[in-house]
């Protein structure tokens, strides 16, 4: 099977992980921050916060925004439940703003409507999550606006993008937001097996992460409610959580770093070759915006269906049944019975689910050749138009 996405390790990622199995720290050692100033000068930010996952970066994020009880966190509803969940972990109200059906990325526009009625019925979100989907940068710039007219907070989901550029930064760089969140998944474009990363420019921002990704425990004099007991002291000042990544996680995203640059060259060529080869077939090629450079995390296809005689769930079962991975990235996170309960309807976000209704991701990762590319397009091309 050629699966849709896969992670890349070659024998320095091996020894580098071996290497920590044979030290004296699994976890809380060196490499954890080594890790960290690895990804903050990357990204120019200055604090990198590394986490067991990308999930638990969001919700420290929150919890370091301040999201409380009775807020309103508003995000994309083409995405991961994660980027949602974060906010309902707070006991914040979650709701969604549609996409735009170009970027496939939550609308300036149609946020401005939003909080235009949210303003008259005072229900201001405190954050919004604007997700990089498929690691096309968003229009940071349009939602930062709202944000200082609105007083919201952002936090940017780069689950998809670490490594992408906007407006000649990098994402991450924190112009636009308030904190920055990658994921390492195996799937994403760089990985630690599970493991996330929040970065900001906010010293107290990072100060609070810090503190709720242990425990809220800390060995900081200066942040004592009294004095020390002596050196063996330790004081929880907030209710934290274990989010800690281990060594083993970050000596494996050292290594990866090293090639980061290299996987998103990669996936953009990859990305091109498709572009142009998929050309004459019923379904749209992922639209780039010229504003930045995409990480290139997912390569979404969307089927002309009154084109097609076949449905969308014959052409998936079709290419599966023929060794292609394909995937389907988002089910509208409203759709989720979850959320269907908390009184989201089928409906609320129309371009988020009638793009859902055409989408469908195609094998794309660094190591994924020619000839297996060239396979991907002769099925689809055979189940499309004979
Ligand atoms: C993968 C992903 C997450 C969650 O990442 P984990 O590291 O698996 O917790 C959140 N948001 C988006 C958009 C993602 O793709």
Redesign the pocket.
């Known amino acids: 099977m050629i699966p849709y996405g896969k992670q890349d390790i070659n024998q320095d990622d091996i020894r580098d992980v071996v290497d920590v199995l044979n030290s004296d720290f699994l976890t809380q050692g060196p490499k954890v921050p080594l890790f960290e100033s690895k990804v903050s000068k990357y990204v120019s930010a200055k604090y990198a916060i590394a986490l067991n ?3 638990s970066a ?1 919700h420290v994020a929150c919890l370091a925004l301040g999201l409380k009880d009775g807020d309103f966190l508003w995000t994309s509803p083409n ?2 439940v ?2 949602a969940n974060c906010g309902l972990y707070c006991g914040a109200k979650i709701d969604f703003v549609d996409i735009d059906p170009i970027s496939l990325n939550l609308c300036p526009r149609r946020l401005e409507e939003k909080l235009i009625k949210a303003e008259a019925s005072n229900t201001l979100p405190k954050i919004v999550i604007p ?1 990089h989907f498929s690691g096309q940068p968003c229009d940071m710039k349009s939602i930062f606006e709202l944000s200082q007219k609105y007083g919201f907070k952002i936090i940017e ?1 780069a ?2 993008a670490i490594g992408g550029t906007y407006l000649n930064n990098p994402i991450g760089s924190g112009q636009y937001s308030h904190i920055t969140v990658f ?3 195996p799937v ?1 474009i760089i990985t630690t097996a ?3 990363m929040a970065v900001t420019n906010s010293k107290s921002l990072a100060l609070k992460m810090n503190l709720f990704r242990s425990h809220g425990v800390t060995r900081d004099e200066s942040l004592m409610k009294n004095n020390s007991h002596g050196p063996w002291y330790y004081q929880q000042i907030e209710l934290g959580y274990n989010y800690r990544m281990t060594e083993l996680q970050a000596a494996l995203g050292i290594s990866q770093m090293g090639r980061l640059d290299n996987f998103i060259e990669r996936r953009n060529s990859l990305a091109d070759r498709y572009d142009s080869l998929l050309e004459h077939m019923p379904l749209l090629t992922p639209i780039q915006n010229n504003d930045g450079l995409s990480a290139r995390h997912l390569y979404v296809v969307r089927l002309k269906l009154s084109e097609i005689t076949k449905s969308k769930r014959y052409i998936f079962q079709y290419l599966r049944k023929n060794g292609i991975g394909v995937n389907v990235h988002y089910i509208p996170v409203h759709t989720q019975p979850y959320y269907l309960e908390m009184g989201f309807k089928y409906g609320d976000f129309k371009e988020a689910e009638k793009y859902y209704e055409e989408a469908i991701s195609l094998p794309l990762y660094p190591n994924l050749n020619e000839h297996e590319q060239d396979k991907v397009i002769k099925l689809l091309n055979k189940v499309l138009c004979e």
């Open positions: 996952s990308a999930t969001l995405t991961f994660a980027s997700v989901d689950s998809h994921s390492f998944h994403k599970e493991g996330g």
